[in-house]
Structures are given as C-alpha cells and as structure tokens.
C-alpha cells in the first residue's frame, strides 16, 4: 500500500511551469508584495508625470487669462488673491514633481503608493480650483465648469471608486463657495467690468438669488458625477483591455523565459555526451588505446546511445509543446498500444530479471496514436528502468464508466516525497533515480504530462521511497466507433 499520493491533473487553460526561470528585469517598480508591476500600473505612473506636466500649462495658462483679463477686457478681481493661490499651485506642482522624481528613482514603489499621490495631487488641485472660482467671482464666474475637466482626469488616473470620492468632493466645493457666499459666511469676490451694460449691477448680485445659486450648484453637481461615469465607463473598458494585455505580455515573457531555459538545459545535456565521445574518439584515432581500443569504443557507442535517446526526447517534447490538442483525433485501441508498448519492453525487463505483467481491457480513446505510445512507453520503460532485478512491473488498463485507467506500478526504488512537486517538470530527476542512472534526459515524465493534458485526461502518482511507485492516467473514452484502422502501429519503413 502506498503512503502517499500525490496528483497532476490537466490545466483548464495555459499551462504555468514551475521550474525556476529566472525572472525578467524589465521593469524597475514593484507592488506592495515586491513582485514587478504590470503593464496598467506602468501606464499610472506615466499618466501622473503627464497630469504634472500639464499642471505647469495649466498655471501659466491661468496667469495668462489673469494679465489679459486685467489688462485687455479691463476685468477687476481680487488680484492678490488670486495670485497668491496661482503661486501656491506652481509650488505644489514643483513639490509634486521632485516627489515623483524621487519615486521614479527608487528600486520599488508600491501601487497604493501610486494611487495615494494620484489621489492627492487631484484633491489639491480641486481645492486651488474652489480657491480661484470664490476669489474670482464666485457663482457668477462661468469657469465654475472647469471642475468637469478633473473628473475626466480623475476617472483616467483612478479606480470608479476613488474618481467618484473626488467628484464628491468637487460637489462638495462647488455647493460650499455658492450657499456660504448666499448666505454671507464667506465673503463675495465681485468680478467688476465684465459686463460694461445696464446689465452690470444685476450680474453682480446673482450669488444672492437663490434660484441662480440653486441652478448652478445642482446642474454642475450633477455635471460632475454624469461626467464620471461616463468617463468610467470608458476608462474600464480600456483597462480590461489593458490587463489582457498584460496577461498576454506575462505569458509572452514566461515562454520566452522557459525557451531560453530549455535551450540551456538542451546544450548542457548534449554537450556533456558529444565531449566524452570527443575525448574517447581522440584516444583511439592517436593510438593511444592499444587494447583498450574495443572497450574505448564501446563506451563511446553507449555515449551515443544516451545522446541519441536525448535527441528523440527534444524533438518528442518540442513537436508536443507545439501542439494544443492531438494532431489525428482518431479512436484508438489504447489496449493494443499499450500491450505493443510493453511487448516491445519486455526483452529490458527479461534482461534484468524483472516480471513484466499485462493485464488490459479492450480500450477505445480518441487522441494521437504516435502520442499515446509516448505516454505508455515512457512509463513502462521507467518503471523497468528504476526497479531492481527479481523485481515486477504491473501494467493494467480497465474501463471506468467514462474513463480509461491505466495503471503502471513497480517494486522499484520509489520517488522521495520532497522530489514529487517537481516529478513531471523539464529535465527533473529525483535524486535516488540519478544515482541509479546517471545518463537519463528528464524529460519522459514531462512528456507524459504533455500527453495526458492534451487528451483531456489526469495523472496521479504514488509511492514509498524503497518499495515502489504507481502511476495511474485516466483519459476520457471515445464516443466515435473504432474503425478498421486505427492508425497503430504505424506502417512499417522499408
């Protein structure tokens, strides 16, 4: 009986690796856990130096209204005011760009860190902005509107949460200059000369009508809040975008990551043979074998067996990485392949001693037949491989309602437990399976796992260190009937 167990079943959607790549330095910032930010966070950070840039136009573009309206129109206002609040705004400005200067700098920065300075530079802003609208004119000046334009900015920058606190917060300012002028709390800033007419002193006086005050107040609040959603709206469409597009950009980067790692391992793995080959070659074709010749040459025939053996394994793995699904969905006698499979084992298992039993159903699957022998021989050829001689290997394949299950079990040397989580990753060997056979690829495992994914179906394994393994697939039945041929074996070549 085995102590353990342990299951891989076959992913839902893309397949997520767990062998240790290196991560991609691409980007300098991180979230709160450490890990680098993605692509919309990326995209925040760029839109705040933007919001800052425009800030400076936007005070010069204030100061210049200010000088033209004093100068050109013959407008009067409270100038000292008005300019007091334009400094203060620059000076913000400054502060908010040595800030964003420095965060830009550091190694990491947080994404809550991010949305706190949006968040301020736009709570700020709207605050200068009911500055400039109470001293230049109050509810009389028609620049009340201007409020709109940090709602846009505010839903492009922020979540819909936080764009529609600040258009509560606009909302806020603009009832409170309009009723606390009404009511005298604050006092009016007059704008004086706008309107050289008889029209003059009554344009003066609206912030006293209520009716005025009440029309302006509700219209801009509802302005405000229309105005975010509507620019949520959009906004959250474009993010959804964005994510998928980081998702794309993130998978992109894990594929480019494990390709650079299994062109790697794939050099190291053929390089080691190809040199001892060299060396063993060099020492027979120099004459300095002498009787060691034939054994020199052995060895170096075994060499080539094992690269060989690494080759077919990399071009096995490669044409199933390139595929999502099997390429001949056909129904196949998965009881013959598995007994042409083991039959084609057993004179390995004879050598070593070792009792090779058969037990299978009649079995029909619909998948790849060149794939299912894959699976079948990698886990039969393991299990030979990795149990010692009088040992067995159990091979059964039975129907379960649905499902095929195939079952390989040995009295073999087992898997040890700190070794299963990376059992059927790329060039993995457990430690005690190294030891036994220093020249195996890693790669049968993957490859089965590869397998099953594709045809729908789960593998689970078990085993105690010392005493044995058991490995058990389920893939799905076919519904299709089993025609004459079934594609298996394949065609003999002359």
């Known amino acids: ?92 400005n400054m502060v908010f760009a040595l800030v964003a200067n420095l965060m830009q700098k550091q190694r990491t920065v947080s994404t809550a860190r991010i949305v706190l300075f949006a968040n301020a530079q736009i709570s700020l802003d709207l605050v200068a902005l009911a500055l400039l609208i109470h001293f230049g004119g109050g509810v009389e000046n028609f620049f009340i509107m201007f409020f709109v334009f940090h709602m846009i900015i505010a839903s492009e920058l922020l979540s819909p949460f936080h764009a529609y606190l600040q258009a509560t917060l606009a909302a806020f300012l603009v009832n409170g200059i309009s009723w606390l002028e009404y009511l005298g709390v604050l006092p009016h800033h007059a704008l004086r000369g706008l309107f050289p007419t008889p029209a003059a002193p009554e344009m003066s006086t609206l912030y006293q009508d209520w009716l005025y005050v009440f029309m302006v107040s509700t219209v801009t609040t509802a302005t405000l809040y229309i105005a975010v959603y509507m620019a949520t709206s959009i906004a959250s469409r474009l993010r959804a975008r964005e994510h998928d597009l980081e998702r794309a950009y993130r998978r992109l980067q894990a594929v480019d990551s494990e390709k650079s790692y299994f062109i790697r391992r794939a050099g190291h793995g053929l390089r080691s043979p190809l040199a001892a080959i060299q060396s063993l070659l060099r020492l027979v074709t120099e004459g300095f074998a002498g009787e060691r010749a034939r054994a020199l040459i052995g060895r170096a025939v075994r060499r080539t067996d094992e690269l060989i053996a690494l080759v077919n394994d990399l071009l096995r793995y490669s044409r199933l990485q390139a595929q999502t699904e099997p390429e001949a969905r056909q129904p196949v006698s998965f009881d013959t392949v598995a007994s042409d499979a083991a039959d084609a084992l057993r004179p390995l298992a004879d050598e070593k001693g070792i009792v090779l039993e058969v037990a299978v159903q009649p079995t029909t699957v619909l998948g790849d037949p060149e794939s299912l022998n894959d699976l079948v021989t990698n886990l039969i050829s393991n299990a030979v491989k990795y149990t010692p001689q009088g040992g067995s290997v159990r091979v059964r394949l039975t129907r379960e309602e649905r499902w095929a299950r195939l079952e390989v079990a040995d009295t073999g040397i087992g898997i040890p437990l700190d070794a299963r989580e990376q059992l059927f990753e790329e060039f993995y060997r457990a430690p005690n399976a190294k030891a036994l056979d220093p020249g195996g690829t890693g790669l049968g495992l993957s490859i089965v796992r590869r397998v099953v994914t594709m045809h729908g179906g789960d593998i689970s394994v078990e085993s105690i260190p010392g005493a044995g393994t058991t490995f058990r697939v389920r893939l799905p039945l076919s519904e299709r009937p089993l025609s004459e041929d079934t594609g298996w074996p394949p065609p003999e070549t002359p």
């Open 1 to 92: 009986m085995a102590t353990s167990s342990e299951e891989w079943r076959g992913p839902q959607g893309p397949e997520r690796s767990r062998i240790p790549h290196p991560e991609p330095q691409v980007l300098k910032r991180a979230d709160r856990r450490g890990t680098p930010l993605g692509l919309a966070e990326e995209e925040l950070f760029e839109r705040i130096g933007w919001f800052i840039r425009l800030r400076w136009l936007a005070a010069l573009g204030v100061a210049g209204v200010l000088v033209g309206a004093w100068y050109l129109l013959g407008v009067r206002f409270s100038a000292r005011e008005l300019a007091l609040v334009l400094v203060a705004l620059l000076f913000s």
